[in-house]
């Protein structure tokens, strides 16, 4: 019997809790891909930013996957600045990118209620949240995976078949999420691995 190979590349999860509860799943589904989990349940950009040090900054990874946004607009963190999350997004990426990571940024989902804070309008948060995600990506020359329209149905919302809560995907919708993350992942790998890194 043939053993599995072993994997080849290491990708880093760091975000919030829709990053942390597909962490079991991505094991699974990634072939050749070593996947560390560093996303937290409940965290914001900022608190993303306070961990850079530990959890990002001297580290060694093929590829950062980044999700973080929706505790902000939720308020995690204090009331909801787009522009203190706009500055912590861009922290967070050139962070990333100064590990020479290949760094996949993704959009968040198209959640229109959070049931467990009185939030208002959260839906235009997210979608305006998501321009600067996109120009950010642009700006900084990272690959945008866009999450955003794989749950997004007829009428731009997240489906409650997809998630109960109407902000955390189950297993069916993180499979819906796999396509766009292999896509990205799958074209990263035809680079060479840790380019220009200093040893």
């Known amino acids: 019997m043939t053993k599995p190979s072993p ?3 290491s990708l880093l999860l760091f975000g919030d809790s829709i990053l942390a509860n597909w962490y079991p799943l991505l094991q699974n589904d990634l072939d050749n891909w070593k996947v560390t989990n560093k996303a937290v349940s409940g965290e914001s950009t900022s608190d993303l930013v306070h961990r850079l040090s530990t959890d990002l900054v001297g580290q060694y ?3 950062v996957l980044i999700h973080v946004g929706i505790n902000d607009i939720a308020g995690n963190s204090g009331a909801y600045s787009q522009g203190r999350t706009t500055e912590n997004l861009a922290t967070i990426v050139k962070a990333a990118k100064q590990i020479h990571a290949q760094v996949l940024l993704s959009n968040l989902l198209p959640v229109n209620t959070i ?3 009185e ?3 959260v839906y235009d948060n997210v979608l305006s949240l998501n321009a600067v995600i996109k120009n950010l990506a642009d700006q900084e020359n990272v690959k945008l995976v866009d999450f955003f329209t794989c749950l997004a149905n007829e009428n731009g919302y997240l489906d409650k078949a997809d998630a109960k809560d109407g902000v955390h ?3 069916h919708s993180y499979n819906k999420l796999l396509r766009p993350l ?8 035809l680079d060479p691995p840790h380019k220009n890194r200093k040893n």
């Open 169 to 171: 995907p189950n297993k």
């Open 7 to 9: 994997p080849t590349r």
């Open 115 to 117: 049931p467990w804070r």
């Open 182 to 189: 292999l896509n990205a992942l799958e074209n990263k790998a």
């Open 61 to 63: 990874y093929d590829a």
């Open 119 to 121: 939030c208002s309008d």
